[in-house]
């Protein structure tokens, strides 16, 4: 009988969970034994494997996180720790492994399936958004909803008091958080590391509105787009108004996912089961235009990053 193994790894994500139930029960459907690796590669380093029933992911379509755990493995570089790792799959007669998880995830099942012959399929699973080879990963419309819940509660507040309010979301050097939380929470601005901003013009703006007799505004600021405690000051300087700050942190990764997430997870899961049953190795798994599609995991990571401009304008336009 065929074994694979799971694992999670780097950050956690709303919907890795959904997905680890999928791949365990779809492949126990297709008569194929399933192993769990704890705390992602950390876990192929220290033997931490344990056999997988459809009891094991029960209860658990829900809720945030990972029931495998996740971990740092940074000494993962390294050709050695990557031959450990693919013993211990040996070891247990496991020659497949399905990773859940972002970029440097993908690149540790790179070098498993190159330098150690180990079959590997890659999910995406990171709230960034910032694998560019797919148009979504798993746990980003869950984490772009946690923002918008966010927003929500921050404007009456900021309405009650006459502030203009500074949100500021993760994505690392990806802006898709803070756009499309943006353009759906209404937001007047966002800025993102993706698309020069001038506070000056900001700063104008804020004091238009506020003739106009608009007494709050609300900025999305993602965290690689500059200097958020600079920006505040200089628009207070330049505006004389209040400007509070609220960051969001590592809320935006936890929370029962949405259901986008969930049946993503779900379709992308059955995709990698599939893969591994028909001997395919270096794959990553993805969705365009709604279609679940596979490719090699080489030319995913090798795609540039691309900025949705034309959604950009779109905001900017709704937001005046």
């Known amino acids: 009988m065929k074994k694979i193994a799971i694992l999670t790894s780097g950050g ?3 919907g890795m969970n959904a997905c680890v139930r999928a791949c365990v029960r779809y492949a126990i459907a297709k008569d194929v034994d399933v192993y769990g690796v704890e705390r992602g590669y950390v876990g192929l380093l220290n033997n931490k494997i344990n056999f997988m029933s459809t009891r094991s992911v029960s209860d658990i379509v829900h809720r945030g996180g990972t029931i495998l755990k996740t971990a740092r493995c940074p000494e993962f570089i390294d050709v050695e720790y990557q031959q450990q790792a693919a013993e211990t799959l040996q070891a247990y007669g496991i020659d497949s492994l399905i990773v859940i998880g972002g970029d440097g995830s993908f690149r540790g099942a790179k070098d498993l399936s190159d330098n150690c012959g180990i079959n590997v399929v890659a999910i995406p699973a990171t709230i960034d ?39 500021e979301v993760m994505g690392r050097k990806c802006g898709d958080i803070a756009l499309y939380a943006a353009l759906a929470g209404g937001a007047e601005f966002c800025l993102t590391p993706e698309v020069p901003y001038n506070i000056d013009e900001i700063a104008k703006t804020l004091v238009k509105s506020r003739k106009r007799g608009k007494t709050s505004n609300m900025i999305i600021f993602a965290e690689g787009a500059g200097d958020r405690d600079e920006i505040c000051r200089r628009l ?7 400007v509070k700050t609220t960051t969001l942190g590592y809320v935006q990764r936890g929370g029962s996912p949405t259901m986008a997430d969930r049946v993503l997870a779900s379709r992308m899961a059955v995709k990698a089961v599939d893969l591994m049953i028909e001997g395919k190795t270096n794959r990553a798994i993805g969705v365009k235009d709604n279609n679940i599609f596979d490719m090699d995991i080489s030319e995913a990571l090798a795609f540039e990053h691309r900025f949705n401009h034309e959604l950009y304008k779109v905001m900017n336009i709704l937001a005046r």
């Not at 910032?130 to 507040?157: K, M, P, Q």
């Open 236 to 242: 207070e300087d330049h505006t004389g108004l209040s």
């Open 129 to 167: 958004n910032d694998l560019d080879y797919t148009d979504f990963t798993i746990g980003f419309d869950t984490s772009v909803n946690t923002v918008l819940n966010a927003i929500n509660n921050l404007r009456d507040t900021m309405g009650s008091h006459d502030r203009v309010s500074l949100l």
């Open 12 to 14: 956690d994500a709303p």
